[in-house]
């Protein structure tokens, strides 16, 4: 799989939410275009998709921080661009920034539904639910040409698996037939994040993302069709979008959300740099404030991986957040358990062409 070089380090394109493209911590040398202008340099920033054959698809987990342990990523890198996602640093394993390269330097995996098919036939395979989108978007803007995500969905259906999607990917309402059709036997149910109700903050969190209006629009067609869908307060930014917590889960209760979780801003590796640059940028008066509150919850350091804490933080304003969040949830109906997905409908169906299709 061949890649572009890297773009110069000290880039900031319009429509891209990190502001370098700093080399990944695997790299030992930093190499840059030696561009003639800015028409060069937009041209670099078009966004490039290589093709990766992929050797497995599904990818286990152990951690006691998750409420799954399998998932499915049909992409690596992710074009709307969010400049917090804790995803970044996965970049840097295919000798790629975490930075731009994260948003220009995509990966599609086209023959990922094949092998879905292929490992769940498995004689050892053992059913659980299954979810897509935990790394990166599955319903980014490239889904829109390759199409991966509802071949796996397709793929899914056909087995009776059980999977939760999540998103905030509009493209995702061209799967409503699928998803509903899932979600009527128990096998489907859909989280949607919402970090911001500001168009203008979310349009420099998430440059390429859909807007906060557009996302509650997608909560309100998938409720109506009959999928459970979860609203993601995530990430909450301390000082930033920690006011809104109580209005995006009134906005998404009357959009029909049925149950709602958050999440605290995670900065693991170069996420820590590219969003301290990204503050500086736009809320320099703020910047000091927000990154103050995160080393608060970790110890004094911008991020701390501890299992339990990575996603909430610890100490006294992790514990404000939590509660406040606690209190709108149940005054909102937002607290009840969502019906668990079904895994006793599990069937491996015949292969397509296989003899006894014909009977």
């Not at 370098?20 to 966004?47: C, I, K, M, W």
């Not at 400049?83 to 990966?107: K, M, N, Q």
């Not at 050892?124 to 889904?143: C, F, K």
């Not at 889960?249 to 995670?266: C, F, N, T, V, Y």
Request: net charge positive; with cysteine; glycine share 8%.
């Amino acid at each position: 799989m061949e890649h572009e070089p890297t773009l110069p380090p000290d880039l900031r394109p319009r429509g891209r939410g990190a502001t370098s493209n700093a080399a990944g911590r695997f790299e030992a040398h930093q190499v840059v275009y030696d561009g003639d202008g800015p028409e060069d340099e937009e041209r670099a920033l078009r966004t490039h998709v290589s093709e990766e054959r992929a050797g497995r698809v599904i990818t286990y987990n152990r951690s006691p921080d998750l409420p799954f342990d399998r998932s499915i990523n049909p992409y690596r890198g992710c074009e709307h661009g969010c400049v917090y996602c804790f995803a970044r640093p996965t970049h840097a394993w295919l000798g790629l920034s975490p930075g731009l390269d994260f948003e220009t330097r995509l990966i599609a995996r086209p023959d990922a539904p094949d092998r879905l098919e292929a490992e769940l036939r498995a004689r050892s395979y053992r059913v659980a639910p299954i979810a897509i989108g935990t790394n990166t978007d599955p319903y980014q803007p490239i889904e829109r040409q390759y199409g991966i995500t509802r071949a796996c969905l397709e793929v899914l259906s056909r087995f009776n698996h059980p999977v939760a999607v999540v998103t905030k990917g509009t493209l995702i309402e061209r799967d409503i037939d699928l998803l509903a059709g899932m979600a009527a036997r128990g096998l489907a149910k859909v989280g949607v994040s919402v970090t911001t109700l500001d168009a203008g903050l979310a349009r420099r969190l998430e440059p390429r993302a859909p807007s906060p209006a557009r996302r509650l629009a997608m909560v309100r067609r998938l409720s109506e069709a009959g999928v459970p869908v979860r609203l993601m307060v995530s990430p909450i930014i301390p000082a930033l979008t920690d006011p809104e917590i109580e209005a995006i889960l009134a906005e998404g209760r009357d959009a029909g959300a049925g149950a709602a979780s958050w999440i605290m801003l995670r900065l693991p590796r170069e996420v820590s740099g590219l969003f301290r640059a990204w503050l500086a940028r736009h809320y320099p008066d703020r910047a000091g404030r927000v990154m103050n509150r995160l080393r608060e919850m970790h110890g004094g350091h911008d991020y701390a991986a501890d299992w339990h804490h990575r996603m909430r933080g610890q100490g006294v304003y992790a514990r404000m957040i939590a509660r406040r969040f606690d209190l709108a949830v149940r005054r909102l109906g937002l607290d009840a358990a969502q019906p668990g997905l079904r895994c006793d409908l599990f069937e491996v169906p015949l292969a397509r062409g296989a003899q006894m299709a014909l009977f």
